[in-house]
């Protein structure tokens, strides 16, 4: 009777194990399916933030950019300025310098003309101009 009896304990204890054992891997599956579902909702979350944050990124660089341009037009257009304004003075040291240059060819020929309109001897063998024969 004692085996009997040993051999129902163990027959309970075998099925009380394999419960347990079951109970287990329900709470294990329960615990899997809690952290799945909390995984999903931080990548929901996170997802949600990176987004927010490219926006932002996106909006600032836009920003940045428009800020950029004006200042490079401001930039070129008193590079313009200072380019007119240089040419222009160009102009004016060229055209004062074309007047002295003007000037100073005027005193050079005419210091040379005078020595050109200085009566010049005429030569002794040179024939006298004969009067042209109108009636040919």
Do not use: I, N, R, W
Request: charged letters at 35%; a positive charge; zero cysteines.
């Amino acid at each position: 009777m004692k085996t009997k009896f040993f051999l129902t304990l163990a027959a309970a204890l075998l099925a009380l194990t394999a419960f347990s054992y079951g109970q287990a891997g329900t709470d294990v599956k329960k615990a899997a399916d809690d952290t799945g579902k909390a995984t999903d909702t931080a990548a929901k979350k996170t997802a949600h933030v990176a987004k927010k944050a490219a926006v932002k990124t996106g909006d600032t660089t836009e920003a940045a950019a428009k800020k950029t341009g004006k200042t490079t037009e401001k930039a070129a257009d008193k590079t313009g300025v200072a380019t007119e304004k240089a040419a222009d003075k160009t102009g004016d040291a060229t055209k004062t310098a074309a007047k002295d240059t003007g000037k100073g060819v005027k005193k050079g020929v005419k210091a040379v003309g005078h020595e050109v309109k200085k009566p010049a001897e005429k030569p002794a063998d040179k024939p006298a101009d004969k009067p042209k024969d109108e009636t040919k």
